[in-house]
């Protein structure tokens, strides 16, 4: 960044034009350090006789990384820039216009060559000027803060199911912590995420999906014990973000939906600030509408502020990530800001594996299924050998996750283990294995 600098101000300060197309491009990456993730359940290795087969009785794994080919994850060669010409012509054409008409009765080789000259001598000393600068603010963050200096704050990430709070948990940390699919309750438990910017670290909870009944009341019934944990946790956070679909709501609105966002605005908490955010704006033709639904919400005294995103494609979060910045307190972190743990990296192993399963694998069988993670290893030469369970309550279950002759959880298999080869820039040796909980009278 600092090279960036010290280029744009020379090419700025100097009387001669700029070159033809020497175009860099400085894309914003938001630097965020990820700590852990508790996910329960995550670490269920003890087994039970009654519940499933003894480890003499383990048959062989369904799914082996070693018994597929798997695609590299480094490119064979590296990626080059690919220019057009014709816009280059136009840009040469436009920045050399007044020297291309001063110079008018020089011969064209000398011109290209007095050009070339200029080029290089002026990008030498912009990068002398830059190994002389100290360093950026960006490479600061990684240094050491003290823990009279350090902010926090812990936000919970509510809504209704399918309205995206996994897709926007995983783009404000910069990775993949929770599973996002099309399916309902994708998330059946609490994810902690968290991003870490200078002295500054927010701790994100991605919750189970909520939703109100027709007769007003939070629902008991439905995935009972998760749900319970969801609204009871609500008031745990320093600040709750309230993530509806808007375009959703604007195509076939829910009533469901609708009373659980006025039931979280209705009244003002003291102890904590809640904010109103409309996600999936990028699915919205008519933006017009969407004042149409803020207007619709804009009397629940509740919400501090309302927040237009996506939080898939990344619009509008830059502005909620700031307040979210601006809200902190003078606390200390709850989490090591530096490296993945292992206990994070088994927490996204498990939700990977999820994530593809339940891309798969429909109707209700997902979620009867038991998924646990029962071998996690590091070998000599780097790599993981991680080891995964699906446990069904019926062999029919079984027939359907495996597939014919190990093809769908061949599929799995083989996507997940490349994912998690991208997360963790590593080599993953992933084995999956279906098995049939026994009877307890059995």
Not at 91 to 100: H, I, M, N, S
Not at 420 to 426: A, P
Request: glycine share 4%; proline share 5%.
């Amino acid at each position: 960044m600092k090279g960036l600098r010290a280029i744009s101000r020379v090419l700025s300060s100097s009387p001669s034009p700029p070159p033809p197309l020497f175009q860099i491009l400085s894309p914003h990456l938001a630097r965020s350090s990820l700590s852990r993730f508790f996910a329960s359940g995550t670490q269920s290795q003890s087994q039970s006789p009654a519940d499933t087969d003894s480890d003499a009785e383990r048959p062989s794994a369904d799914f082996d990384s070693s018994e597929f080919s798997l695609f590299s994850s480094t490119p064979s060669a590296p990626l080059r820039p690919i220019w057009d010409e014709a816009y280059r012509a136009k840009a040469d054409a436009a920045l050399f216009q007044k020297r291309e008409a001063s110079r008018s009765l020089i011969q064209p080789d000398v011109i290209e060559e007095d050009q070339k000259t200029e080029r290089a001598t002026r990008l030498a000393r912009a990068l002398l000027e830059a190994a002389l600068e100290p360093p950026d603010d960006a490479e600061e963050e990684n240094m050491a803060v003290k823990e009279e200096d350090q902010r926090s704050l812990s936000v919970g990430v509510i809504g209704a199911p399918n309205a995206g709070k996994s897709s926007l948990t995983n783009f404000m940390v910069g990775t993949k912590v929770a599973a996002v699919s099309r399916k309902t309750n994708t998330t059946t438990h609490e994810i902690l995420g968290v991003m870490t910017k200078g002295n500054t670290q927010i701790c994100l909870f991605d919750t189970p999906g909520l939703m109100i009944g027709h007769h007003g009341y939070p629902y008991r019934s439905d995935v009972k014990v998760r749900v319970e944990s969801a609204w009871s946790s609500i008031d745990l956070y320093d600040l709750l973000i309230v993530l509806f679909d808007v375009h959703r709501h604007l195509t076939v609105p829910d009533n469901r939906v609708i009373n659980l966002v006025k039931r979280l605005g209705q009244q003002v908490q003291s102890t904590q600030k809640r904010v109103l955010c409309m996600n999936k704006v990028d699915l919205v033709e008519d933006k017009k509408n969407l004042l149409k639904v803020a207007k619709e919400f804009e009397d629940l005294p509740g919400y501090e502020r309302y927040f237009m995103i996506s939080g898939l494609s990344g619009s509008g979060v830059k502005d909620l990530v700031q307040y979210l910045m601006d809200q902190a307190v003078n606390r200390p972190w709850d989490e090591e800001p530096t490296a993945m743990t292992e206990e994070m990296m088994k927490t996204i192993s498990l939700e990977v594996v999820r994530e593809k399963m339940l891309n798969y694998i429909h109707q209700e069988i997902p979620y009867v299924i038991e998924h646990r993670l029962m071998d996690w290893k590091e070998l000599r030469d780097g790599s993981l050998r991680i080891e995964q369970h699906f446990i069904t309550p019926k062999q029919s279950h079984r027939q359907i996750i495996v597939g014919k002759n190990g093809s769908k959880i061949g599929r799995i298999g083989i996507e997940a283990n490349e994912e998690l080869r991208s997360i963790f820039k590593k080599e993953v040796h992933l084995i999956l294995q279906v098995r049939v909980a026994r009877k307890r009278n059995a």
